[in-house]
């Protein structure tokens, strides 16, 4: 019974650490990661040592033995992942849940057939069978919902497996086992199908409500790229009407300057071209870029800032093809505009002024902008990002553009200095 229980314990830490392999975005190579997760599970194999064969009449120490193997299997999750949040957890304690049930089938096999090698074979093949049903049906739909950098917030679901995780211990292994305890048989496999439910039911839910984010996210975007195009065409409209209007007076102005150039009246004919080609300077339409999408959010703006009565110190380097989307980057673009908008709009006119400095290239993509501020800015603690303090519905602008930044692998940081806010994004290709 010892040795199979040894076994059976350590079959189990070996699924335990490919499901972490294989579920988690690296942080680090292959070889570093995988030597980790070997390490993690050599730790786990050692400490069932202690519960199993040196003090296995001990409850204390079985209690503290697997308290400590819940750190070890959480704390490799984390460091090995790419990103270290609450989906990060979520995924550890989900693959504990996973191999527990494992456990769980081994030890029903050997109650009923008390054969040690045919229960072994047996817990062999179903951690293998369950591991190929997760990596073919879920994998790919956790990965994909793992990349939404925008949807960090998994605190509530971690409560799920952690308390799959307490009941498939009372059931089954702790005050008594099922060895102790058959009546339990039932009622945990029972169980152990409940949670495979729940958790296709549950990644589903979320999907779709990451589905759904994703279709707001295109909708904000689009209605600010409508929304800049609507102004500038309003803008192009209005120059070529005024330039209409100038071309046909020029034969006026043209016979005005030929009655001056009669009577000598030089200084009058200097007013008159000034005039002419200030006329023609106001109807100029502004490019900032050669692409049509961000010279139009850029020029709505400009416009924008104008009627706040905002100056903008603009430094931009835009070419017609960006190595990143160009709506995206569009909103971006534009929410980092409203966003100092708002904070110093209703300043002293010495004060209404953004220095913005947008450089793109094939190789990298430079955003920095600055302004000054009054109130308090709030810095979220796990982003290090100002925050709205308008409550979990507001400051989306700046989810956002967080989001992008991740997306292009970018870095994106902000501070606080003398009096000026101070936000950068650069990401290099």
């Known amino acids: 019974m010892e040795y199979f229980n040894n076994i059976s314990y350590f079959i189990s830490h070996i699924y335990l650490m490919l499901y972490i392999y294989l579920f988690v975005n690296h942080r680090y190579s292959k070889r570093t990661t995988a030597a980790i997760c070997f390490t993690a599970g050599l730790l786990l194999a050692l400490t069932d040592c202690l519960k199993l064969n040196i003090f296995p009449e001990s409850d204390l120490c079985y209690f503290t033995v697997t308290i400590i193997q819940i750190i070890i299997t959480q704390s490799t999750v984390i460091f090995i992942s790419e990103n270290r949040d609450s989906k990060v957890l979520f995924l550890g304690l989900s693959a504990s849940n996973y191999v527990i049930s494992g456990s769980i089938l081994a030890a029903v096999l050997h109650i009923y057939t008390g054969n040690d090698i045919l229960a072994l074979t047996g817990s062999f093949f179903t951690h293998l069978l369950i591991l190929l049903f997760l990596y073919f049906k879920i994998r790919d739909m956790y990965l994909k919902l793992y990349g939404k950098e925008y949807m960090k917030n998994w605190w509530e679901l971690c409560l799920i497996p952690a308390f799959f995780y307490c009941g498939f211990s009372f059931l089954a292994f702790f005050p008594h086992t099922l060895y102790e305890n058959p009546d339990n048989i039932p009622g945990t496999v029972i169980f152990i199908i409940t949670m495979f439910v729940s958790y296709v039911a549950v990644l589903r839910y979320v999907e779709s409500e990451s589905n759904r984010a994703d279709i707001y996210w295109k909708n904000v975007l689009f209605e600010s790229y409508i929304k800049g195009l609507e102004n500038y065409s309003h803008l192009v409209?209005?120059?070529?009407?005024?330039?209409?209007?100038?071309?046909?007076?020029?034969?006026?102005?043209?016979?005005?300057?030929?009655?001056?150039?009669?009577?000598?009246?030089?200084?009058?004919?200097?007013?008159?071209?000034?005039?002419?080609?200030?006329?023609?300077?106001?109807?100029?339409?502004?490019?900032?870029?050669?692409?049509?999408?961000?010279?139009?959010?850029?020029?709505?703006?400009?416009?924008?800032?104008?009627?706040?009565?905002?100056?903008?110190?603009?430094?931009?380097?835009?070419?017609?093809?960006?190595?990143?989307?160009?709506?995206?980057?569009?909103?971006?673009?534009?929410?980092?505009?409203?966003?100092?908008?708002?904070?110093?709009?209703?300043?002293?006119?010495?004060?209404?002024?953004?220095?913005?400095?947008?450089?793109?290239?094939?190789?990298?993509?430079?955003?920095?902008?600055?302004?000054?501020?009054?109130?308090?800015?709030?810095?979220?603690?796990?982003?290090?990002?100002?925050?709205?303090k308008k409550g979990k519905n507001h400051g989306l602008g700046m989810q956002s553009i967080s989001a992008f930044s991740d997306k292009i692998n970018g870095n994106i940081g902000c501070y606080c200095e003398n009096g000026m806010f101070h936000i950068m994004l650069f990401a290099k290709f």
């Not at 102005?253 to 200084?267: C, R």
């Not at 049509?292 to 706040?308: F, V």
Request: glycine residues 2%; contains cysteine; hydrophobic residues 35%.
């Open 237 to 388: 409209e209005q120059s070529e009407k005024n330039l209409r209007i100038l071309r046909h007076d020029m034969r006026h102005y043209s016979g005005m300057i030929d009655s001056l150039l009669t009577q000598g009246k030089y200084e009058e004919i200097h007013k008159l071209t000034a005039y002419i080609n200030k006329v023609t300077d106001e109807n100029k339409v502004p490019k900032y870029s050669n692409n049509m999408i961000l010279n139009s959010i850029i020029c709505d703006a400009m416009d924008w800032a104008s009627t706040l009565d905002i100056n903008i110190n603009l430094d931009n380097n835009i070419p017609k093809e960006l190595p990143v989307n160009d709506c995206e980057l569009a909103a971006v673009i534009a929410n980092l505009f409203e966003n100092a908008f708002i904070c110093i709009k209703d300043f002293p006119k010495e004060k209404k002024y953004i220095n913005a400095k947008i450089h793109c290239a094939q190789d990298h993509l430079l955003i920095q902008m600055e302004n000054e501020y009054k109130n308090e800015i709030f810095f979220d603690s796990l982003t290090g990002l100002p925050k709205s």
